[in-house]
């Protein structure tokens, strides 16, 4: 199935610019598709296929960015300018992009992968609660859980917001866990970890679908993900923090 945009958000999004700016360009003959020029901003490009040339000069066909981040700590997730430093801010200028999002959102406590990408459609994917997109946690807690809470979180539990879907839980030590849950809901690990009687310490989110953090991501570093990745991230189940 080929991926095909209208001319001006091709050019905007293969280049940067204001999709105004790119309306100006076309208008003034500045833009050929397959050796032709182009003055309707509305025609629609096959970005895997289609030659196009603004002032002579080719522009790339347009490739989803899609990025791994390890976020830290006290980092906040959010594309808007403000006091606190935000995940955009740790990405690379060579993989900046004006129209990246995150994927869903880690509190600003919570280290660990986050992805971010310019896909919408990827976006829904992994964020939609039908899709029931897997997301291993590792808490730290201030207290030890009960013999039952595995059987309680396998069940589901009650929230203020209604009951869980079914989570899983193992024990890496008396006050260390490993959480699989199905769903993203706010503060949900925190909350899941109060109604069993304890509370968080430290989050960290360790894997996103069939995609675990990569090792060559150190704490603050954000790459893009290869094909191979991006394959585990969709496939790694249909189903925040």
């Known amino acids: 199935m080929k991926t095909t945009l209208r001319l001006d958000r ?4 293969a280049t940067g610019m204001p999709r105004s700016h790119a309306l ?10 397959n050796g032709a020029v182009v003055r309707d901003v509305a025609k629609h490009i096959a970005a895997d296929t289609d030659e196009v040339l603004l002032n002579g000069v080719a522009v790339r066909p347009f490739r989803h960015l899609v990025l791994v981040q390890h ?3 006290g980092v906040v997730t959010s594309t808007e300018v403000g006091a606190s430093q935000t995940v955009m ?10 129209d990246l999002a995150p994927v869903g959102r880690l509190d600003r406590d919570t280290s660990g992968l986050l992805i971010l ?6 976006n829904h994917r992994l964020t939609h609660p039908k899709r029931h997109v897997d997301k291993v946690y590792i808490a730290n807690l201030a207290r030890e859980l009960a013999p039952n809470a595995e059987d309680r979180l396998a069940r589901g539990i009650i929230l203020d917001d209604g009951p869980t879907l079914p989570a899983k839980l193992e024990r ?16 949900q690990v925190k909350r899941m970890m109060v109604a069993l009687g304890s509370a968080v310490l430290q989050l960290h989110r360790e894997q996103v679908g069939g995609l675990k953090l990569p090792d ?5 570093e954000t790459r893009a993900l290869t094909e191979d990745e991006v394959a585990l991230l969709v496939g790694g189940g249909d189903g925040e923090a």
Do not use: C, N, W
């Open 10 to 13: 091709y050019l905007s999004q």
């Open 172 to 187: 890496l030590g008396p006050l260390t866990v490993k959480l699989t849950l199905r769903e993203g809901r706010f503060h």
């Open 216 to 220: 060559d991501v150190k704490m603050g």
């Open 117 to 122: 990408t310019t896909d919408g459609a990827l």
């Open 89 to 98: 801010e740790l990405i690379p200028p060579d993989l900046q992009h004006r």
């Open 71 to 73: 976020k830290p700590p």
């Open 24 to 33: 100006t360009h076309v208008r003034a003959s500045h833009v050929t598709v």
